[in-house]
């Protein structure tokens, strides 16, 4: 058990510090190619905050092993909402001001709704991958088309733009990251997933409890931490961005890649318990957040009933765990 455990933790450091060398080398990268400042802002919220789960859900799909792969993209999102954003609320009401926000929610209730539909029959099925995979690509297409028409908040951009002139890396310093950054990725995934699987065989459990859980937090703390730094900054809209950002990313994209890479049987669980929890709390974060009786703000109260909800989510997984 202490050398999966072992590589369990070892692998999610590795994960998350790679995954930032990765985004850093990536960003510079293309800000040396005069890539726009709104794709490089998308680049290092969208796929920055998500490669971790990317990389590990795709891993896990290869391997043979279906429940880590949705486990952590489900997972994620049940922690970005509930965790994240609520301890982020918890230490400070988020107040809700863009326009593009009030976009992003009812795309992603639409998104949400479409993937939970895809799961009736009981499979994902390498059809319904790629049937997320352009949505998500029609999604990244139109937020672009957005941004280049001047209709989109690009703040993002703009900021991290800034920041990579003033801290400027020279190309072949963010080659080098960029290319350590991604093989690092991959090792540590690999590593991280036979530690869970280890540890699920180990405990008799299945291995899409380990992925909702362990595997599912650990790939979260990219979000945790730029929530979290994004509120102190008093930059509200962002810390929710992530969120947004990490959550269609994760319906979309590594649900896509995973099931692309290898279909697979859904237990009738993850619609009735994973999925409806996931599909519960989009509709509380857009019911907060939107507003509709004046402006949108998620306060302590609802951060902490967001808290509340994924320590109750959790107990109702590790009672399962233990009754089985």
């Not at 982020?88 to 809700?96: E, G, M, N, R, W």
């Not at 639409?110 to 352009?134: K, M, P, Y």
């Not at 991290?160 to 190309?171: A, D, I, K, R, W």
């Not at 979290?228 to 962002?238: G, Q, S, W």
Request: overall charge neutral.
């Amino acid at each position: 058990m202490l050398p999966a455990i072992a590589a369990v933790v070892v692998g999610l450091i590795l994960l998350v510090w790679s995954a930032d060398r990765f985004v850093d080398g990536a960003a510079a990268t293309a800000h040396h190619f005069r890539m726009p400042a709104l794709l490089i802002g998308m680049l290092v919220v969208g796929f920055g905050t998500s490669a971790p789960e990317m990389v590990v859900s795709a891993i896990s799909a290869a391997n043979g092993n279906p429940g880590i792969a949705l486990g952590n993209a489900y997972g994620s999102n049940i922690t970005n909402i509930a965790l994240i954003l609520g301890l982020t609320a918890l230490l400070a009401p988020i107040a809700v001001h863009s326009q593009i926000l009030r976009k992003e929610l009812p795309l992603l209730l639409v998104i949400t709704a479409f993937a939970a539909w895809q799961l009736f029959d009981g499979e994902l099925s390498r059809l319904d991958a790629v049937g997320l995979l352009v949505v998500f690509f029609a999604t990244m297409g139109w937020a672009i088309f957005q941004g280049m028409r001047g209709r989109a908040d690009d703040s993002l951009g703009a900021e991290v733009e800034q920041e990579l002139v003033s801290h400027p890396m020279p190309l072949k310093r963010a080659l080098f990251w960029l290319g350590l950054g991604l093989v690092l990725l991959v090792a540590s995934s690999q590593l991280l997933v036979w530690g869970a699987v280890r540890i699920a065989t180990i405990l008799g459990v299945s291995d899409l409890i380990i992925g909702l859980t362990v595997v599912a937090v650990g790939t979260s703390l990219p979000e945790l931490a730029s929530s979290l730094t994004a509120v102190r900054k008093n930059e509200h809209d962002i810390a929710l961005g992530n969120v947004l950002g990490s959550n269609l990313f994760n319906t979309l994209a590594v649900v896509g890649i995973a099931g692309s890479i290898a279909p697979m049987a859904v237990e009738p669980v993850v619609l009735s318990r994973d999925v409806a929890v996931m599909a519960g709390l989009t509709i509380a974060l857009f019911a907060f957040s939107y507003g509709f009786r004046g402006p949108g703000r998620i306060n302590r109260v609802e951060g902490g009933l967001l808290l509340a909800t994924y320590v109750a989510y959790t107990g109702w997984l590790i009672w399962t765990m233990i009754s089985a």
